[in-house]
């Protein structure tokens, strides 16, 4: 079956624009996951959504970040006023639930900001 | 704050030797995850667990939840296997993983 997949591969953006990153999780996965993992860095959690809600928005670094999950399936990162800090590869994850499982990883999308 | 810890930093082995990864882990962890990362970000995930032992192939991930310790060990280690290779720490009511900073791993012909 098909894996969790997002667009675009690469987005390169000028500072101060806005951008939105997509993530189309598996099919049946009710839990997923943004993370972003900068340049010689492991990923860190940005927000996570069980079905339609953001059950853990915690790790979003401020009001600029934001994400939705519209029917509980494809979810979009927004990022306003963008800043060369947030460059970065954003990856997404899904899982069958919350709890114990193995998180499944998009090839995620790096953004690069000019 | 949960806090995962990884070592070595960088690997660099000869084709066939045997490579063992080390993570360790804080309170509050209640299942750890390895994870594979090539060049180009692909994540895949090798094993998640929460007690005793997995093999699959030629990894073994162990784990001491007395010591807050896991493992990762490659058998007849491959120039395929050069990889970054990543253990996080699943918690919290999300489940949310926190990272360790990674092992980049070099195996040579």
């Known amino acids: 079956g098909a894996g969790v997949s997002q667009t675009p591969s690469n987005k390169v953006t000028e500072k101060g624009k806005y951008v939105e990153l997509r993530c189309d999780p598996i099919s049946g996965h009710t839990a997923l996951y943004w993370y972003r993992q900068s340049l010689g860095q492991g990923p860190e959690f940005l927000i996570y959504f069980q079905g339609t809600g953001a059950a853990d928005d915690s790790g979003l670094p401020n009001d600029r970040f934001f994400a939705v999950r519209p029917e509980g399936s494809v979810s979009t990162l927004k990022i306003q006023r963008t800043e060369r800090g947030d460059s970065a590869v954003y990856l997404c994850a899904s899982s069958l639930t919350s709890g114990p499982w193995e998180q499944f990883f998009g090839p995620g999308t790096r953004l690069t900001v000019l | 704050k949960n806090e995962v810890e990884q070592s070595p930093q960088n690997l660099t082995a000869q084709e066939g030797e045997f490579i063992t990864i080390n993570c360790s882990y804080s309170?509050?962890?209640?299942?750890l995850h390895w994870l594979q990362q090539h060049p180009g970000g692909g994540i895949v995930s090798l094993f998640m667990?929460?007690?005793g032992k997995k093999k699959h192939g030629r990894l073994i991930a162990t784990i001491n939840i007395q010591e807050k310790h896991s493992s990762l060990h490659i058998t007849a280690s491959h120039p395929r296997d050069s990889a970054v290779y990543i253990c996080a720490g699943d918690s919290g009511s999300a489940r949310q993983l926190t990272f360790g900073s990674g092992t980049q791993l070099t195996v040579l012909p």
């Open positions: 309170v509050g962890i209640s299942a």
């Open positions: 667990l929460s007690s």
